[in-house]
């Protein structure tokens, strides 16, 4: 699998573009937030938040359900506006330069779903000229390949069971050789073996491409495994941050599972009490 996956890096996976002047690499920060505030109604979602994600970085983005991860991701994406605050993605103003920081990005979600009456073929192809990514062809053909889904090209998207549809849609990430990725719980209905593929391919795009991401999951075995830092969200606002051991250190927790069932149920950043021993 990886030979194909550096098959492809040599091949139709690089764009002219990729790694210009202007890109993450020149830059000192991939994802800049800056006192991000987002309120619907009398609902704060997002609270005064600020982060910065180091080009090349995993940072996983945790919190129970409700805690602003997904408005987070909406925010950076442009598809609702804050209420205050600053975005940047690759150096780039994301509600002055959108459309350039889109050309750049991509996202993937299991709970996104793509037009059900179109193809797989199809719904790849339209995406590919939306990016204007060359050759779409032999670059559909290629993800198709390394998802083990050459079978399923003329299948109607609603036929897809879960796990395929999200192969499908991390096939659609992937279309434009993204700089930064988006990915909202990515490997959500896959069985293990896909899992495994889908985390060595997104491992090896941070080695071999410095590709930036926010990362999304309820699965801690995963982002302990994939993440280089963390950002537990609770009611919009970050409780702790860090690396896995440095958080897991500052709340005296076993392991992040542990941590996110305390900040699901206290909803803040709960410490055991002292023991004689540790006085």
């Given amino acids: 699998m990886l030979a194909l996956w550096r098959t492809l890096s040599r091949g139709v996976w690089d764009q002219e573009h990729l790694w210009e002047v202007g890109g ?14 987002k309120r619907f109604g009398d609902v704060t979602a997002i609270d005064n938040l600020s982060f910065t994600v180091a080009p090349g970085e995993i940072l996983g983005l945790l919190g129970p359900n409700g805690a602003g991860k997904t408005t987070t991701l909406q925010l950076l994406l442009g598809l609702t506006t804050p209420t205050s605050g600053v975005m940047r993605v690759l150096g780039l103003d994301v509600q002055k330069q959108r459309r350039a920081v889109l050309q750049r990005v991509n996202f993937s979600s ?5 037009p059900t009456n179109l193809s797989v073929w199809e719904n790849l192809n339209v995406f590919a000229h939306l990016y204007g990514v060359r050759r779409p062809r032999q670059k559909i053909l ?3 390949e390394l998802f083990d889904m050459p ?10 069971s ?3 549809l999200t192969c499908l849609n991390l096939c659609k990430a992937f279309l434009n050789d993204p700089e930064v990725l988006f990915l909202d719980e990515p490997t959500t209905s896959l069985d293990p073996a896909i899992a495994t593929k889908v985390r060595e391919m997104l491992q090896h795009m941070q080695r071999e491409r410095r590709v930036t991401m926010l990362y999304t999951s309820h699965n801690m075995h995963e982002i302990e495994r994939m993440c280089d830092r963390v950002i537990f969200l609770a009611q919009g606002r970050i409780i702790t941050q860090g690396t896995p051991h440095e958080v897991l250190t500052r709340a005296r927790s076993a392991s992040l599972e542990e941590l996110f069932i305390s900040i699901v149920q206290h909803g803040a950043l709960w410490k055991p009490a002292e023991t004689t021993e540790d006085v």
């Fill in 24 to 37: 993450c690499l020149s830059a000192d920060h991939a994802i800049e937030v800056e006192q991000l505030t």
């Fill in 151 to 160: 079978h399923l090209a003329r299948c109607i998207t609603g036929a897809l």
């Fill in 110 to 114: 299991a709970y996104v779903a793509l």
């Fill in 162 to 164: 879960s796990g395929q």
């Fill in 142 to 144: 290629a993800l198709l």
